[in-house]
């Protein structure tokens, strides 16, 4: 292992940080390293991401590319002329000529991931362009000022905001649905319980089975917001590009809950969104809106499956409270400032949930 690692083409020299990259030889020497080395991160994530779509092009080379379209690459990575005179077959078949081929594609994959994850961040184009190896998929965008809606083969429908596109292969994996998002979009996802629905936006990536929920995720945003309307998500995001299943640390959101990304800082968190309104599903479509002399904490039950929304008291101080009230379709908040008001308490979030305090009712 080197000592001095200032710029991404030192580590792309070291055969071993390449060996781990690509097979996990020597992890614990790098995983020592980056402890140490933490200013490092961004430089170690970009040469990863590279050496494993190098590696992917390496694979693929023999079937997918000819001496016609290398060459093709060759002059636009280094600005050659067209109309330069093309070696002999029998130059490429030699082995000096391979290895030049695999420095001339780290280059241009170098100059692609670079101009696509500008500040150590993914973007819509670098998602497209790592899944267009796997897939075939077809645009759309909304270049007018109202929403358009665009029905996927599955059922689902995803509305598009104005200056939005999206990204989906015209059939879906037979384990999993997939799209690519950029802007702001919402998602009203059919259900298939074994077929998890991926949207992919930037560094954010939202799993479901079959809910809805809304995604904004400009490429030149600072934040990724994810809120969800009904069911419940998991929502995580990734280092480098991974069209897989990267699931590692993920939030789970439910109803009237938002995830929301930082993109500089990396830091994923979970609140309340700004006006949460109540949702009718099989679990509470039954529930109760009208209250004779109730005791609070019934009616504070009521409101935590009507919203979604935890809510924390103390049972015992709050044992003496009773009220006579209708719930309504208003915000939550509206509904807590009403008994708040009646019991001389008050409340506050706290990590997606309300913590509601009060003396009690004598």
């Known amino acids: 292992m080197k000592h001095n690692y200032s710029e991404i083409l030192d580590f792309l020299n070291d055969d071993s940080f390449v060996q781990w990259v690509l097979f996990g030889e020597d992890e614990k020497e790098w995983i020592n390293f980056l402890l140490a080395n933490p200013d490092k991160q961004s430089l170690v ?46 130059f490429w078949l030699q082995p000096v000529f391979q290895w030049a081929v695999g420095i001339i594609f780290l280059i241009g994959t170098t100059w692609i991931i670079w101009s696509n994850h500008s500040n150590g961040t993914l973007n819509y184009k670098a998602l497209v362009v790592a899944t267009e190896d796997k897939h075939t998929l077809t645009e759309q965008v909304n270049n007018s000022k109202t929403p358009l809606k665009v029905k996927l083969e599955d059922g689902s429908i995803v509305t598009l905001e104005k200056d939005s596109k999206l990204s989906y292969p015209s059939h879906f994996e037979s384990n999993k649905r997939m799209v690519i998002l950029s802007g702001d979009a919402f998602f009203e996802i059919a259900t298939n319980p074994i077929k998890p629905f991926y949207v992919f936006a930037n560094e954010v990536v939202t799993k479901v089975l079959g809910t809805s929920f809304s995604v904004q995720a400009s490429d030149n945003g600072k934040r990724v917001i994810v809120k969800v309307k009904t069911g419940k998500v998991s929502v995580y995001h990734q280092h480098e590009i991974n069209i897989n299943d990267p699931e590692t640390e993920a939030l789970i959101l439910l109803p009237n809950q938002q995830a929301i990304f930082n993109r500089p800082t990396e830091d994923l968190s979970k609140h309340l969104v700004e006006i949460p309104m109540p949702f009718i599903d099989k679990t509470n479509e039954n529930l109760p809106t009208e209250f004779d002399e109730a005791a609070i904490s019934q ?16 049972t015992e101080l709050l044992s003496n409270c009773f009220i006579t009230t209708k719930l309504r379709n208003e915000s939550i908040y509206h509904q807590l400032d009403l008994i708040c008001k009646i019991i001389g308490g008050t409340y506050k979030k706290v990590d997606a949930q309300i913590i509601l305090e009060s003396k009690g009712c004598n």
């Open 45 to 90: 994530n970009e040469a990863r991401l590279l050496i494993k779509e190098v590696n992917t092009i390496e694979e693929k080379r023999a079937e997918e590319l000819s001496q016609k379209n290398v060459w093709a690459k060759l002059m636009k990575s280094i600005g050659e002329d067209k109309n330069a005179i093309k070696p002999e077959l029998k």
């Open 299 to 314: 009616i504070l039950e009521v409101l935590e499956k009507r919203y979604g929304v935890k809510i924390i008291f103390n």
